[in-house]
């Protein structure tokens, strides 16, 4: 029974912040419930009733679920600001975050000297980066909510509860913020604009989103063609993307360090990737299980496994719990990873038919789970189910490690020079071509999805 | 069998690389070389941005769209290996068409801008000029009269702006001008207004083809001028439910009095043609 315990607290917790999420018990009712268990807990020891132990745990970790969310949901705007908003106002701070930059606009996360964070929607020149210290000055107000989305709490999820729509932004200095955070997106940019320079659209920002994540500047079309057939997850850094990595990465350093050497090195460049690529939850999600499976030693194990995608999402909703319920981009990927680990040992004899060569019967199978797992969400959230998502991933995605590979190659080499990045960059066209044109030779079928 | 190949492996993909490589090569030397020009009305949305491309191999790109939009649309005109333009040609620092240029400078070697010396508090402006300076572009502000040689044995004479205008209406000193190669001539408008439309009446505007002004909205395209145009053809290049309910009823119906072809940019996308220098025909 005690071996269940860390199972029934991880439960118990996300069971308790899921429920808040919903029902707003207070902290009051949490208190009672942890008290309770304790309680019971003690009588357990008493009578040696394994059942009622476990159930006081499970009531324990449910009791610091809810505390756990009732404090993040208190937060809000702070006591300096509260009384100006729905004014005209002049605030200062420094971008916090990357800009995300869209087709005609671009969107800062302001952090004030208050600590508040304030979404800046802006126009796309001139272009600022994160650290920039900014004066703003517009209308501050709550975000709308739309129809169909919950636009308001989705950006509380992230403490911002204000937002200024195109207000007058004048640069006043720059270096706010974290300096390795700065210095990595720096780098990152470098790469990206190496990747501009030596590559045609849309196969520049493929590459960019596939390598480091960089969604922004992917034509919606294209995401669009993406969607349809279920291979976006390639494009948004899903946790098989950073699992490359994270393993070309390993044996690159593997080969020459010693092992406690490389291992250190190994998790340091997990992270610091994580932070380059926009530390999105789905990133970090990744990230953690790359790092502990890479600890572990034994990528592929599942008990590993089991192990690594619980303790990422303990810890992931332990930081911030509202990502339960209003980060869809962690749900899915959590999910996903879910069906990877459960679902594919049962699925492995409907894919016996496929060839072993390449991988192809791995990626099937992986495609196969992944979708299935991940079904319920995205009908609730698209409508939509493609039926041809198993032939779209197949033919993708046995060429996407060589696509990163020569993909990034060329993005690094037309940093010293563009004309150093011309055989790699040849190679990485041809086959993110390929890769865009099975994207949109299959989304262009009709029926190739269908709608509810 | 399959060790033989995992120890090979790396070998065969850098052979297949280089392969690939020679044969892209070979395909590009017979593929693009011609004698024809070749005129692109990209579809860029709302905005205009029209490439040339020379039998001399020279492109000029004339304006860039309202956003990045214009990148993806050049690949499809371009072959994928160049990364150069020589020469940008800006109408007017208006949204709609510099806006897409300043991605265009940042990607790709541009030795000449051409523009009327026009200013313009718009941040996509201001953008443009810093990378102008940044990259010693060559900048030159173009006035009636001048004849931009585009090699190959294309050119185009620079209509309009005839004087300076020293007005806060950015179309009053609008780059109008017709490229002509060989017999064939494409009159490009940029957002000509009738005001401007009535100075260049009395010039050789008999062209086969017009970049219909100010995507079709009613203060262009007036009825006197269309008659001196008599164009063959016509492209609006218009972005679909624009706000501005371009191209406006009245313009249509005159264009579709006098001219036997209209292309639209938002009903067909890219309207893309090649002249020969005695034909122009409709890819």
């Known amino acids: 029974m005690r071996r269940a315990f860390p199972a029934l607290i991880i439960f118990g917790f996300a069971l308790g912040v899921f429920s808040e999420s919903f029902f707003a018990f207070g902290w009051p009712f949490a208190l009672l419930i942890i008290i309770v268990s304790v309680f019971l807990y003690i009588f357990s020891r008493f009578k040696e009733v394994g059942v009622l132990a476990a159930i006081s745990v499970l009531l324990f970790s449910f009791g610091f679920g809810i505390l756990r969310y009732e404090i993040k949901d208190n937060a809000s705007v702070s006591s300096e600001l509260q009384p100006i908003v729905g004014q005209k106002v002049l605030l200062e701070g420094f971008v916090s975050d990357e800009p995300d930059e869209r087709e005609n606009s671009t969107r800062l996360i302001l952090k004030t000297n208050d600590g508040d964070k304030i979404l800046l929607v802006t126009n796309r020149y001139p272009e600022f980066s994160y650290g920039d210290i900014l004066e703003v000055s517009g209308a501050l107000k709550e975000p709308d909510s739309f129809s169909d989305f919950d636009y308001k709490a989705y950006l509380a999820k992230d403490d911002i509860f204000l937002e200024m729509v195109f207000p007058e932004i004048e640069k006043v200095g720059s270096g706010g913020g974290s300096k390795i955070k700065s210095a990595l997106l720096e780098i990152k940019k470098k790469y990206l604009s190496g990747l501009a320079r030596v590559l045609p659209e849309p196969n520049a920002s493929f590459i960019g989103g596939l390598t480091v994540g960089a969604r922004k500047s992917m034509p919606s079309d294209i995401l669009e063609n993406f969607r349809k057939v279920g291979v976006i997850h390639i494009v948004v850094l899903s946790g098989y993307n950073i699992t490359i990595i994270a393993r070309a990465f390993a044996g690159a350093l593997g080969s020459f360090l010693p092992r406690i050497l490389s291992a250190f090195f190994g998790v340091a460049g997990i992270i610091l990737f994580a932070i380059l690529a926009g530390a999105s939850a789905t990133v970090i999600r990744a990230s953690i299980m790359a790092a502990i499976l890479y600890l572990a030693g034994s990528a592929g194990r599942v008990y590993q496994a089991k192990i690594a995608l619980f303790a990422a999402g303990f810890l992931m909703i332990l930081y911030n719990p509202k990502i339960l319920r209003f980060d869809l981009g962690f749900q899915l990927s959590f999910l996903a990873a879910l069906g990877l680990i459960y679902l594919s040992p049962h699925f492995a004899r409907f894919v016996k038919w496929l060839p072993q060569r390449f991988k192809i019967r791995e990626y099937g199978l992986a495609t196969l789970s992944a979708q299935i797992a991940v079904l319920p969400l995205l009908l609730q959230n698209t409508n939509s189910i493609s039926l041809l998502t198993l032939p779209a991933n197949l033919l993708i995605l046995i060429f996407v490690p060589i696509t990163m590979f020569f993909g990034a190659l060329s993005g690094v080499s037309a940093w010293v020079h563009p004309w150093l990045a011309v055989p790699f960059s040849w190679v990485a066209y041809f086959l993110s071509s390929y890769e865009l044109m099975v994207a949109s030779f299959f989304a262009n079928i009709p029926f190739s999805s269908i709608n509810f | ?283």
């Open chain 2, 1 to 283: 069998m399959r060790k033989f190949f995992e120890k090979y492996q790396p070998r065969y993909i850098f052979l297949g690389s280089l392969f690939l490589a020679a044969a892209v090569v070979w395909f590009a030397v017979f593929h693009f070389e011609n004698d024809r020009l070749v005129v692109a009305f990209l579809n860029v949305g709302q905005g205009d941005a029209i490439l040339i491309n020379t039998s001399g191999d020279q492109q000029i790109l004339i304006d860039g769209g309202p956003n990045k939009q214009v990148l993806a649309e050049l690949s499809k005109v371009m072959p994928f290996y160049d990364r150069s333009i020589d020469a940008i040609i800006l109408t007017h620092p208006h949204q709609d068409h510099v806006g897409g240029l300043v991605e265009v400078l940042k990607r790709y070697d541009v030795d000449f801008v051409f523009d009327s010396g026009d200013g313009a508090s718009l941040a996509e402006f201001a953008e443009f000029n810093k990378l102008i300076k940044e990259k010693n572009m060559k900048e030159v502000k173009v006035r009636r009269g001048m004849r931009i040689l585009l090699g190959g044995g294309a050119y185009f004479d620079v209509l309009l702006p005839d004087v300076f205008l020293d007005s806060e209406n950015q179309h009053q000193n609008m780059v109008v001008g017709r490229l002509t190669y060989g017999n064939t001539c494409f009159l490009l408008t940029g957002d000509m207004e009738r005001e401007q439309e009535f100075k260049i009446l009395n010039d050789d505007i008999d062209c086969d083809v017009l970049k219909v002004g100010h995507h079709g909205s009613k203060t262009s395209s007036s009825e006197s001028f269309l008659k001196a145009v008599s164009p063959e053809i016509a492209v609006i290049q218009v972005g679909a439910k624009n706000r501005y309910g371009h191209p406006y009823q009245a313009v249509l119906e005159r264009l579709s009095a006098s001219v036997a072809q209209v292309f639209r940019t938002d009903v067909s996308g890219a309207v893309i043609m090649e002249s020969d220098g005695r034909d122009i025909i409709v890819k």
